[in-house]
């Protein structure tokens, strides 16, 4: 797939591969949250005890970053089923979000600070 992949060329890939194995009847919304969080997990693994210019190079290495692409694609994967499986419109839902945080967060208090919006 290319650059020019469209989110409904996603949720497509990720619903027909699912269907093609008949796996729906395993995909009920919790068990999909709870997967997403697994990968999420599968991905934090590979970053484990590392910081900096280590992590940094241990990313770097191509048997690494092959599994640390794995990993997001994963992530992405379950993510979509779920969007699909919800009837949730990701783009804008991701807009709305965005829309939120940036008055949580305004770049007047939060530029270079990690602190929560409510402690800004």
Known sequence: ?????????????AARFRDERDWAQFHTPKDLA???CIEAAELLELTQWRSGDGLTQHLATPEVRE???DELADVLLTLLLLTHDQG???PAAFARKMKKNEAKYPVSKAKGSNAKYDKL
């Open 1 to 13: 797939m290319s650059a020019d992949v469209t989110m409904n060329d996603l949720l497509a890939t």
């Open 34 to 36: 709870a997967n997403l």
């Open 67 to 69: 599994a640390f692409e």
């Open 88 to 90: 949730v419109d990701l």
